[in-house]
């Protein structure tokens, strides 16, 4: 399986989901920010965390109409698979690939910390490899992580099971709790929380590598 990790000015956590899907057996490619085309075969697109562009205007804002993200349109559109982290789900969302929009924390602080997320759905190869109900630990580290939707898109994403996790104690205000969603096809997945800094013991804890495992798996040939 070839992933692809997106780079822009002011992202940091890049180097960071490289490794992660590296460590599931993927095959990395690195792309800048001002490249038109994806590498051939790619099966996973990562967009990372981090501040785009110093989240001048908003965030995301910038990073979803540099010329990479018309090549990240298109692979979703084709039915590729997306995986928008922190930052990345700011673009996703900018970008229309995902609904609702991210908001400033309601306490108006930037919240560096674990939280407890509950796996809202099974159904999607990122979050294949648990149990609905289960709990994981995740670290968040977002300003603007409060997710915010109106009551016709909180109501459609509950009614079609897309939304992928929620928070156990909600650090930012976000609507239903929700710290990740899943667009209508299942491939597009934007999350708050970091999987990327729990895949060794060594950062705490190893929660996020099951869901690289499950997309990769998902992924691999039969």
Not at 13 to 31: K, T
Not at 113 to 141: E, F, H, M, Q
Not at 172 to 193: C, H, K, T, Y
Request: overall charge neutral; aromatic content about 6%.
């Amino acid at each position: 399986m070839k992933a692809a990790v997106v780079t822009f000015p002011g992202s940091n956590c890049d180097r960071d989901l490289a490794v992660a899907f590296a460590q599931a057996g993927a095959d990395v490619v690195r792309v800048w920010h001002k490249d038109r085309a994806l590498p051939a075969g790619v099966d996973i697109v990562g967009i990372p965390g981090g501040f785009s562009f110093g989240d001048y205007l908003r965030c995301g804002a910038i990073a979803a109409r540099s010329p990479i993200g018309h090549a990240v349109a298109d692979h979703a559109a084709r039915g590729g698979f997306v995986l928008g982290i922190c930052n990345g789900f700011q673009v996703l969302t900018e970008m229309g690939l995902l609904p609702g929009a991210l908001m400033r924390n309601a306490g108006l602080r930037f919240v560096c910390k674990p939280v407890t997320l509950t796996v809202a759905t099974t159904n999607s190869a990122y979050t294949g490899g648990w149990a609905r109900g289960d709990r994981i630990s995740l670290p968040v580290a977002h300003h603007d992580g409060n997710y915010t939707a109106d009551a016709g898109t909180l109501a459609r994403l509950a009614g079609e099971d897309r939304i992928a996790f929620t928070y156990a104690e909600n650090p930012n205000g976000a609507m239903a709790d929700i710290a990740g969603v899943l667009s209508a096809n299942r491939r597009v997945l934007g999350l708050m929380p970091h999987p990327e800094r729990a895949v060794d013991a060594a950062q705490g804890g190893t929660d996020g590598a099951v869901l690289f495992r499950s997309v990769l798996g998902a992924l691999a040939p039969v």
